[in-house]
């Protein structure tokens, strides 16, 4: 943020109109009705399947029908649509920006009324959007005597200090009784279901070397990745599968390591406007940055100009949308918690904005339902909310008022459980979920692997008594190995260390001791 101007700096308006500019600013190009144009510029989403998809489809029962528009581009082939890591291009008018210009004058007014005052280019920052789009609202504002200037430099509006007048106090609380939302600017939804046509899963870089490099750290069967490695590269559900213990969930985090480290880098909003509805979208607890180093050089750049405000031309035309954010591919994992209030928009009656379900936070990445089964939602409610989406690639929310809509269902969804998937799911589900991988019982030879990674995580010389006394004792009178038991084991032998006050080693009777108490008969 830049420092605010001293008093003696300041200069008060001498009449009601916006000072004049000088040579060094640009003000924006303005025409007598732009106080007139109420109506959104994304109001008319009626189309979105027909955006994503390219094809015709009338949905029965509660959900829309949508009409494919015939002013849409036909559907690009998949390798032209696959996603580089394009920055995304910042609006330059309030039309680019999908925005109304009641919306934006009532981010405006609810920001001024937070901060009591704020100069035109903090305004701008706090929105995420260009000044030039910023103007627009804060002319029309003035002219209909919602704010006033109370100082300012003589170098643009950028640098003027607004304050809410009565009437636009009054205005302020009627826009949070609408909603609460303060923050950046929201984008539309046409443009989010756009980028994330761009950022599929679908289609992504996957060859054997790389998907190899992100389970470098794992010691896993022969042949897994050749199974791994087709099921990524379609995009489709997975449905992994096997007795506990054997690094499902490990597996399944490692492939969420593969696309959060090889399938490039993508864009989420902060927040996408559906008609006069606001939903959040942006997670930092989920979505992993990569535009930090950016944000510090452009705040830097502010400071090392001595606290002098920028001109107008200085930053009027951003290269990049600062409503999006850049992260890596996001991995949601979620559990026993999950419900189907989950997988719906989340209404805050108090804020009266929405907050985006995990699947749609998960847009671009991977979806992990760990311990499928154990959710407090059946299995069978919770496939029969997904059986369309995994099928044709988009969900419907709903919002309070009724009215659903469509978003995209662009994500590697896995579903790992230890359980028979026969008393899970039936036929039908089964034949959407494209690629099914048994996780079994590890071998003595990646057994032995497995400890000795183990073994050296946590310094421990390795003992191949240590192995042989497992089988001996206990894999081969009927009780099956579990690729989890080397850590188990390690770590009970370490506490008894621990407690003992002596360095940890593989001898028989540590060895000995921690086996009786993990593999102890209940």
Sequence with gaps: ?????????????????????????????????????????????????????????????????????????PALPLKQVRYEGESIQAPQ?????????????NLVLKQLYLQGSALGIDISRSTHLPFSIIDEALIFLKEEKCIEVSSGKMIGRSSYRFNLTELGRIRAREAFEQCRYVGPAPVTLEAYVKQCRLQTVTGIDCTPEKLQAAFSEFIIREGLLDELGPAVCSGRSIFIYGPPGNGKTLIAKGLGRFLNLQGGEIYVPYAIQMESSIITLFDPTLHQTTDDHELRERIQSDSKKGGRIPELKEWVKPETDLRWRRIRRPVVITGGELTLDMLDLRYNKTSNFYTAPLHLKANGGVFLIDDFGRQLVSPKDLLNRWIMPLEDRIDYLTLETGKKFAVPFEQLIIFSTNLDPKDLVDEAFLRRIRHKIPINAPSREVFTEISKLCCRQREIPYDPGFVSYLYDNYYNQGKPPRSSDPRDLLEILQSICRFKGQEPILNSQLITEAAQRFFCQI
């Design 93 to 105: 008018t309030l039309a680019e920006s999908g925005l109304s210009l009641m919306q934006l004058c």
């Design 1 to 73: 943020m830049i420092d605010r101007p001293t008093e003696d700096e300041l200069q008060a308006p001498t009449d009601e109109t916006f000072p004049e500019q000088d040579e060094h600013s640009e003000p924006p190009e303005t025409d007598p009705d732009q106080g007139l144009r109420f109506a959104a510029a994304n109001n008319d989403l009626t189309d979105l399947y027909s955006d994503l998809f390219k094809k015709k489809q009338a949905t029965n029962g509660s959900q829309t029908a949508l009409i494919e528009n015939e002013l849409d581009a």
